[in-house]
Every structure is written in C-alpha cells, then in structure tokens.
C-alpha cells in the first residue's frame, strides 16, 4: 500500500510562490511516474505535471513557464514549486504516483488558494 504525504498548501496572493510537496512510502515496487493533479471547486480533477524517473516532465499548458515539477528520487518524493500564482490556480492540489499494474494512488490534497 502507498502512502503518499503532502505538505505546503496555503494561501498566497496573485503574483506569490508557493512549494509544494509529497513523500511516497510503502510502495514495494520501483515508482517511475510521480505526479500533481489539481481540482477546483464544480470542476473535474486535471493534470498539473507529471516527471519520469528519467527526468522527462510533462505539464499542462495553463502552468507552463510558472510551475516546476522536480524530484528527489533517493527519496521517493516529488515537488512543485508554483510561482506567479493566479486565482485561477486556486483548488486542492493531489500527489499522485501510478502504480505497475495500473492503480492509482493519491494523496490526500492539499489546499492551494490565490486570491486576487
């Protein structure tokens, strides 16, 4: 079972940064993708970023150039550090590592609010 832990939630004002992170353990298997999603309120949960093991990144096209997504993979934890936040980037931010056989695991949120 993976647990996933996250810290750094808050909130900031439009312009301001903030660090999010997540610390995955109890995985049993070699974890390759670690990723962060995010739902706004009456909306569906959407891809934030994704990293590879390898260091390859993927990222939606609305936090390209603002948000980056790093790792630490000695030990199992995935950041995102959010700058020029904007209201619109206001939800609960989700830890997210598939697993080999296709299950998904998420941590428990963390509230990100930017107000304007």
């Known amino acids: 079972q993976v647990q996933l832990v996250e810290s750094g939630g808050g909130l900031v004002q439009a312009g301001g940064s903030l660090r999010l992170s997540c610390a995955a353990s109890?995985?049993?298997?070699?974890?390759?993708?670690m990723g962060w999603y995010r739902q706004a309120p009456g909306k569906q949960r959407e891809l934030v970023a994704t990293?590879?093991?390898?260091?390859?990144?993927n990222y939606a096209d609305s936090v390209k150039g603002r948000f980056t997504i790093s790792r630490d993979n000695a030990k199992n934890t995935v950041f995102l550090q959010m700058n020029s936040l904007k209201p619109e980037d206001t939800a609960v931010y989700y830890c997210?590592?598939?697993?080999?056989?296709?299950?998904?695991?998420w941590g428990q949120g963390t509230q990100v609010t930017v107000s304007s």
């Open positions: 997210n590592v598939p697993s080999p056989w296709g299950r998904d695991y």
């Open positions: 109890g995985s049993g298997f070699s974890i390759n993708v």
């Open positions: 990293m590879f093991n390898s260091g390859s990144t």
